[in-house]
């Protein structure tokens, strides 16, 4: 008999007018043994009453659908992550000779690179607690630049490794634009087959770009704005007096951050969010660019596992705090060199 | 003894009992009119001590009143919230009471924040914030208490699973058999100004949060899942994702102005107007008709910008039960879609 349907709702109706009556019935028999029945007789009568009234609500508001869910909460199902990310973490093992205290850089040569029209295969780093957390996803920072921007690549060990000290991990991917460069290639395509070689996020990327390359990157959110909410926009031209032409880019969907380096970031529409500091004077391009890079990854998530399964199966006897995770259920860690494919 | 505890409810009980014991006793008592006014006395106390008792255990169930102030109708005063454990007392993080003067809202109520155990340890870094909305009727009670959250933020930091964060318990209505859905009523409590202007106020004044947009989230089960969806979609600006466990596509009450079939519907502003770039987790136990229902129709609707995660779970209802089974999940998910703890400097 379901606990939502309308037989059960009836016969406790039914159950409470017939111990009613029967108390009524009763209510002078029994000899000396009048007063208990009496005091049953109500009780049952107030307990039936209450009970056809509390159906009545639980079959208005689906409150408990089932005896197993009222009695037990067993629940059963669940949402199941089937995905093999990090296929390149056996090569960054293999080829880490930083013994993964520093920050390790690569050139990153995936299927369709040249593809994606840039001037050079996308530099990688990955932060120096990579291997060391292989149940973690990383987010990511996206640099666009172009040549004359001056944002060399011999710069961007440097960088990631400052940046990351001050700032917390993330995978930074250098990618060396050209006019040709695709937008669908850079906001879909890349993330895409980085989430396949390395254990990144699916969303809640940054982009920094440098000003010649704000046209592109605009595009570049305006076709993912979920995979990036934070923009930044670094002047180039830096040391040689204040570059011009730098605005905020706009037409942004409400939600994306933008900042341009030197100016206060602001949420589309207008939103409270974080002023970037660059310092007191104008810095250099390279400055510039790390300045920018400590704003990208403030702007990330932490690196996280994934988030703990929904409760498949839970049996706890009604009344007790139940389904409290058990103590010390930490996530175990797998040591490194035990997981993952190699590329 | 207060309203929601084992021993008001054992009580009840046992003036139930005494009251039918009573009535039984004395029913041959007296006669003429004071007979009958026994009777009628005996049989309504009979009758009272049964609806009383009955009230109690709801009110364990839904922790709507967890201080006798709430019910003579006084402000709640913050140490009526809870008594919070002393800072540092152990590994786990530890509950706090605020008050937030509600400036713009008129709203002047307390507020329980959990700070992680990394609030104390890095005194100078700045945490996520997640604001966690109750249902209708109950309190934040219903997250420390029913829902067990703070052992459970505990627990998802400790395993990794989810960065340190300050989890906000705040009223979404000042009378606690109100029903604000969070809405700035067109003439009640502007619950909306509350929650997304005094309420962040407070907080970033008081608490070493941080203050950007990319920091700030929102969870809610029942009506406050229709709040946590609903405020996210109508402050993109303030909050960058929103976790609904059971919620709906309205708000079921009238707020006044007609805009619980407008603005303050989520299915109307996902029909009508530009979704905003913010991430939903909907959750919902698929033996919960109307809950599920909601949920697949905001995911239908929503397209990108806004990112929809769902989450459901067979069996279930809408009941603490399943908001235990989802609230884990749905806080690491929060924590992967919200800005990280910021260093200083």
């Known amino acids: 008999m379901a606990l939502t349907g309308i037989s059960l709702l009836v016969l406790a109706g039914l159950a409470a007018v017939g111990a009613a009556a029967a108390t009524v019935v009763g209510w002078r028999r029994f000899g000396r043994l009048r007063i208990p029945v009496r005091v049953v007789g109500v009780l049952l009568t107030q307990a039936l009453v209450l009970l056809a009234v509390g159906l009545a609500v639980n079959r208005s508001a689906q409150f408990y659908t089932n005896w197993d869910d009222l009695l037990t909460q067993a629940i059963a199902g669940g949402r199941h992550n089937a995905s093999t990310p990090g296929q390149l973490d056996q090569w960054v093992r293999q080829h880490d000779h930083s013994d993964s205290a520093q920050p390790f850089a690569f050139e990153w040569r995936p299927d369709g690179w040249a593809d994606w029209h840039l001037a050079a295969p996308p530099t990688v780093t990955v932060p120096a607690d990579y291997l060391r957390n292989p149940g973690w996803r990383y987010p990511a920072v996206l640099v666009l630049s172009s040549a004359g921007d001056g944002w060399g690549d011999a710069a961007v060990t440097g960088l990631a490794r400052s940046a990351e000290t001050a700032a917390g991990p993330a995978v930074l991917i250098f990618a060396h634009t050209t006019p040709a460069a695709s937008v669908p290639a850079l906001a879909m395509a890349l993330p895409a087959q980085l989430s396949r070689d390395l254990r990144v996020t699916g969303h809640s990327w940054a982009l920094v770009s440098s000003a010649r390359q704000e046209p592109l990157a605009r595009q570049v959110v305006l076709a993912a704005p979920g995979r990036y909410p934070a923009l930044a926009v670094v002047p180039v031209g830096a040391g040689r007096g204040r570059p011009a032409g730098v605005a905020a880019p706009k037409g942004l969907p409400v939600g994306v951050t933008v900042a341009v380096l030197g100016t206060p970031a602001r949420t589309a529409t207008g939103g409270p969010a974080v002023v970037p500091r660059a310092g007191s004077t104008r810095p250099s391009g390279v400055e510039s660019l790390r300045a920018a890079l400590l704003w990208a990854i403030r702007q990330l998530p932490a690196p996280l596992p994934e988030p703990a399964p929904l409760v498949r199966q839970v049996h706890t006897p009604p009344g007790q705090p139940s389904l409290l995770p058990p103590r010390g259920s930490a996530a175990v860690q797998p040591p490194v060199g035990t997981a993952n494919t190699s590329a | ?345």
């Not at chain 2, 014991?21 to 007979?35: I, N, P």
């Not at chain 2, 129709?297 to 990108?304: D, G, I, M, P, Y």
């Open chain 2, 1 to 345: 003894m207060a309203p929601d505890s084992l021993a008001l409810l054992l009580l009840a009980v046992a003036t139930a009992v005494v009251a039918a014991v009573a009535l039984a006793l004395t029913w041959e008592r007296g006669s003429g009119w004071w007979r009958v006014a026994l009777r009628a006395g005996s049989a309504s106390l009979c009758v009272a001590t049964a609806l009383a008792a009955a009230l109690v255990w709801v009110n364990r169930q839904v922790e709507t009143y967890t201080s006798w102030s709430d019910l003579t109708g006084a402000p709640p005063a913050a140490a009526a919230l809870s008594d919070p454990p002393p800072p540092g007392g152990g590994s786990g993080g530890r509950l706090v009471n605020l008050t937030v003067p509600g400036r713009a809202s008129g709203l002047s109520l307390p507020m329980m924040a959990y700070l992680p155990a990394a609030y104390d340890a890095r005194p100078t870094a700045r945490f996520p914030v997640i604001e966690a909305l109750h249902g209708y009727p109950s309190s934040p009670m219903g997250w420390t208490k029913t829902l067990h959250a703070p052992e459970y933020l505990d627990r998802e930091i400790a395993a990794g699973r989810m960065a340190p964060t300050v989890v906000l318990f705040p009223y979404i209505t000042p009378d606690r058999l109100l029903d604000t859905e969070c809405t700035n009523l067109s003439h009640g409590p502007q619950a909306e100004t509350y929650l997304t202007v005094d309420v962040p106020e407070a907080v970033k004044s008081q608490l070493r949060v941080r203050t950007d947009r990319a920091g700030w989230g929102l969870i809610g089960y029942s009506a406050g899942a229709f709040c946590a969806a609903n405020l996210a979609l109508r402050h993109p600006t303030g909050y960058a994702a929103a976790a609904s466990l059971s919620g709906y596509t309205t708000p079921g009450i009238t707020v006044g102005d007609g805009s619980e079939n407008t603005l303050n519907n989520d299915a109307w502003r996902l029909q009508h107007l530009p979704p905003p770039a913010i991430a939903l987790y909907l959750g919902s136990a698929r033996a919960d008709h109307s809950s599920l229902r909601s949920a697949t129709t905001l995911a239908r609707l929503a397209h990108a910008p806004m990112s929809v995660t769902t989450g459901y779970i067979d069996g279930g209802g809408h009941n603490a039960g399943t908001w235990l089974a989802m609230e884990p999940t749905a806080f690491d998910w929060l924590s992967s879609w919200l800005a990280r703890p910021l260093a200083a400097g």
